[in-house]
């Protein structure tokens, strides 16, 4: 991916070193299931550009089922740790814009955040995150959460490498903050209180409509000329490395579709490349009777 280094540090919150003292209250409310309540969903798609399993009590959206813990590993390099922050602040700037622009075409204003670099731990407004939990979106304080570890864990040990896979990670994660704007989030949240038993099959509907709205953003960046052979394919690489049944198959060895969060491999990558072949948000209604 063509990228610049010193952009989008204004949008970047560092805690890195800082321990897990920082944050606040869990204030959010919790994700979770019906389908009744998914009509109102669909009318939020479709007003839009003229046409859309976390912590307690705040829940957040994290995109990615806690991996397996790895068997030892090495933190990054701090010259390796600086130059990726560099890159992830290039990539939330240019997802924002990008958002921001697509909002004020549909006549509404999008209203940035910021991603929260932490290491080990830390605090955030849906309660206390660890390196293990994976990057996540928290709705109680709209900030995107992400320990750079994971980012070695996605190439090292799932197969994922790429400067684009990571893009990807970050890009879904703003989708989920997009949802929260558009009040996706909250008609999920209420959908599944009603419904507890569809409260899974809902949390899946959403992860994948964040995944499509990554494919949304790579889209923009490919007009902006951002993209370089093998960033899409790095892309699919990253949504299939994160999909719940490998992550069940590396953690138990077993396969259990009962209990997904986030969607399969192959559902990860068929909408993340949906997104990006469309590039609109119309294309991804994924609460549909076909999603």
Not at 20 to 45: D, E
Not at 137 to 142: E, K, R
Request: charged share 20%.
């Amino acid at each position: 991916m063509r990228w610049k280094r010193g952009v989008g540090g204004g949008q970047i919150e560092d805690r890195r070193g800082m321990g897990g003292g920082r944050g606040g209250r869990g204030l959010g409310l919790p994700v979770g299931g019906g389908l009744g309540g998914i009509g109102l969903i669909v009318v939020l798609l479709v007003m839009f550009l003229g046409g859309g399993g976390g912590f307690s009590p705040g829940a957040s959206l994290d995109p990615f089922p806690a991996m397996p813990p790895a068997q030892g590993g090495q933190p990054l390099e701090q010259q390796q740790g600086d130059d990726l922050a560099q890159f992830v602040a290039f990539v939330v700037e240019d997802v924002q814009d990008s958002w921001a622009r697509s909002f004020a075409e549909a006549d509404r204003r999008y209203e940035p955040t910021k991603l929260v670099l932490f290491d080990q731990a830390t605090q955030s407004g849906c309660g206390p995150a660890s390196a293990g939990t994976g990057p996540f979106y928290c709705p109680a304080d709209s900030k995107v959460y992400v320990d750079l570890g994971f980012f070695r864990e996605l190439r090292d040990r799932f197969g994922a490498p790429g400067d684009f896979a990571q893009a990807y990670v970050i890009a879904h994660e703003f989708g989920h903050h997009v949802q929260n704007l558009l009040g996706i989030s909250d008609d999920v949240n209420r959908a599944q209180q009603e419904d507890r038993s569809q409260a899974n099959e809902l949390s899946v509907r959403l992860e994948l409509q964040a995944d499509c709205l990554a494919g949304v953003w790579a889209y923009s960046a490919y007009n902006e000329q951002l993209l370089e052979p093998g960033d899409v394919e790095e892309g699919l690489g990253a949504a299939a490395a994160v999909g719940d049944d490998r992550i069940q198959k590396e953690a138990t060895g077993r396969i259990d579709r009962e209990s997904w969060t986030h969607g399969s491999s192959a559902q990860r990558q068929e909408w993340f490349q949906r997104g990006f072949r469309e590039g609109d948000v119309n294309g991804c209604n994924t609460f549909s009777d076909g999603g």
